[in-house]
């Protein structure tokens, strides 16, 4: 068919949709939106040459008003051609609608049609366990979007979830994105903290209509020399409107639109080298709020102050506002709600038969402890996807760590999460009580032999006995501790 053919035909097709009484729109195998009909577009509120091309899928992520309109237009999970399917659309400003779904062709293909439905009642064929999988699929889907109207998603997918510390947090990432001045962010490794950083940075209020720079900088790493080089293009940057002080004197604010500013990211802060500390606020001295430092940590600021891991100063530089992400073995019910927001983000961007994570696969989720957090998460999923070849991914299609993990005894368990901290401090308390026995219950001479202080070592047998028994004045404590004193 000559180019001249097809426009007449694509002409053509659109006035027969025009002609349709309600909305209706098509999509191809990737979810690109080919077609809209006029009623569709006074529905939505936007017009076709703004939403013609773009991916319209749940999973996709962005906050702004278009790609939140393109979510609407996502077909529902478990769509074939021998199961149309009837779902509700909302849009949040117009009359929601009941509208058919269909899926035409296979592979590259497929095509998906949306059209009004007249009985406006929901419809879905699926029956046996792939109905579980699909309710499952589809309440996920349904809590996700409910989380976005509410909270947005500034912080992403590592935020996503039902638990109060995922609200908290939620709401922490929009008082932190409305903000320029430093904040920190401290969870344990794999957490997405960075990620999270970042996208607050992306959507903060910006001076000027441009986005400030970001520069990361990894703490641990730093000498003083390698922190000088890593900060000249901060420096050279802040350099090339630098305020006089006649004007920052007549100042009602720290910043005005137009100044330049740029955002100092900085990787295990309370891991930094004390020096490497120092130049950094001394840097941060001289720039004043036209440089911004968000600190990413393993503990909170006041910990790591108080265990002498991070200057004092830092306490009103990134302590204002701080953030903290839980290890995502402290929120289980938040697990379901993450993994399937990223098999809807992956199955967005690079397509393929996968779409859900069948019941099954969901409860081994929910077993494992995920000792690496969420980028362990994000990593399961990846595999997962890469090996399934059907629409629902199973349990064989997860790693083997995760597959294979069962519940067994307490004793296993407590292996499995039990912290180097913890460890150690049981290690010491078990030298600790034998030295006392074999001194007969001396814990002067026990403290000697072991080279430490007499009021440590009392310390470390009083908080074990309080961890054992519930209290240190118990008689099993006295007992365990040795009760004779010297």
């Not at 049609?113 to 309710?135: C, E, H, I, K, V």
């Not at 889907?141 to 109060?164: M, N, Y």
């Not at 990620?195 to 400030?212: F, V």
């Not at 460890?423 to 007969?440: D, H, K, N, P, W």
Request: net charge negative; aromatic share 4%.
């Amino acid at each position: 068919m000559s180019t001249a053919n097809r426009a007449a035909s694509h002409r053509l097709l659109l006035k027969r949709l025009d002609d349709v009484a309600g909305p209706l729109w098509i999509l191809d195998h990737r979810y690109r939106l080919l077609l809209i009909n006029d009623a569709a577009q006074r529905w939505l509120g936007v017009a076709d040459e703004d939403l013609l091309g773009r991916v319209c899928h749940a999973g996709v992520d962005g906050e702004d008003p278009l790609t939140t309109t393109a979510r609407l237009l996502s077909p529902p999970q478990g769509l074939d051609e021998r199961s149309p399917q009837v779902v509700r659309v909302a849009t949040g400003s117009s009359e929601p609608l009941w509208m058919t779904f269909l899926s035409v062709g296979d592979d590259q293909g497929r095509i998906f049609f949306a059209m009004p439905d007249g009985d406006r009642r929901p419809f879905s064929p699926a029956t046996g366990a792939d109905a579980a999988n699909l309710t499952d699929a589809l309440r996920i889907r349904e809590r996700l979007a409910q989380i976005r109207a509410k909270d947005g998603e500034l912080g992403g997918i590592a935020v996503a979830g039902s638990s109060g510390a995922a609200k908290r947090l939620r709401v922490q990432v929009v008082l932190a994105s409305q903000s320029k001045q430093g904040f920190s962010i401290h969870g344990p490794a794999g957490c997405g903290a960075e990620t999270i950083a970042r996208r607050i940075h992306g959507a903060a209020s910006k001076h000027g209509g441009l986005a400030d720079p970001l520069i990361a900088v990894d703490g641990p790493l730093m000498d003083t020399e390698l922190l000088e080089a890593s900060l000249s293009p901060a420096a050279s940057h802040l350099g090339e409107s630098q305020p006089s002080a006649a004007e920052l004197s007549a100042r009602t604010s720290p910043l005005e639109s137009g100044d330049t500013a740029v955002t100092l990211l900085i990787r295990g802060l309370d891991q930094t080298p004390l020096d490497v500390q120092q130049q950094l606020l001394d840097f941060r001295s001289e720039h004043g709020d036209r440089l911004r430092l968000i600190g990413l940590l393993s503990e909170s600021v006041e910990t790591s102050i108080a265990q002498e891991r991070l200057l004092a100063p830092y306490l009103s530089v990134v302590g204002a506002l701080t953030l903290e992400v839980p290890p995502l073995a402290k929120r289980v019910e938040d697990v379901a709600l993450i993994a399937g927001a990223l098999v809807d983000r992956r199955h967005a961007s690079v397509g393929g038969a996968v779409e859900r994570l069948s019941r099954a696969a969901l409860d081994q989720l929910l077993l494992y402890p995920w000792p690496s957090n969420f980028d362990e998460l994000d990593a399961a999923i990846r595999h997962a996807m890469s090996v399934c070849r059907g629409p629902a991914i199973l349990p064989e299609h997860l790693p083997l760590a995760i597959r294979s993990f069962g519940v067994g005894d307490a004793k296993s368990r407590a292996k499995v999460v039990t912290s180097l901290d913890q460890s150690l401090r049981q290690f010491e308390l078990t030298m600790i009580r034998e030295a006392v026995e074999s001194c007969g219950g001396n814990r002067s001479e026990a403290a000697r032999r072991l080279g430490v202080s007499r009021a440590r070592l009392i310390r470390r047998l009083d908080d074990g006995d309080e961890a054992a028994h519930g209290g240190k004045g118990s008689p099993e404590g006295q007992r365990a501790s040795g009760g004779m004193d010297d």
